[in-house]
């Protein structure tokens, strides 16, 4: 079995977009917190690609914890996240 790539995270703000990794990867895993309100969440491949995955956070306080299965999501350009105004997420890839 050959070995798999190291997993890494990065945090998106609240009310903020982040380039997750300038490069091909695939996210693993996305922690959603939301500390005021819902709103949707979304991960992007690259800043003006393809949505590939969308969340829409929980209308009240909470944290949601997402384990992609397999080998989790590819973004062949970078990943690109988006939060919404009282929501962060941090997203594992590798």
């Known amino acids: ?21 300038a490069g091909r990867a695939r ?20 800043a003006s690609g393809t949505t590939i995955f969308s969340l829409v956070g929980q209308a009240a306080v909470g944290t949601t914890n997402i384990l992609l299965p397999g080998e989790g999501i590819l973004c062949a350009t970078s990943i690109y996240a988006t939060c919404p105004a009282g929501l962060t997420a941090t997203v594992c890839y590798g």
């Open 1 to 21: 079995m050959s070995m798999q790539t190291d997993v890494k995270a990065t945090a998106c703000a609240a009310n903020a977009s982040t380039t997750v990794f």
């Open 27 to 46: 996210v693993k895993s996305i922690i959603v917190t939301t500390p005021i309100g819902g709103g949707t969440f979304t991960i992007t491949d690259g």
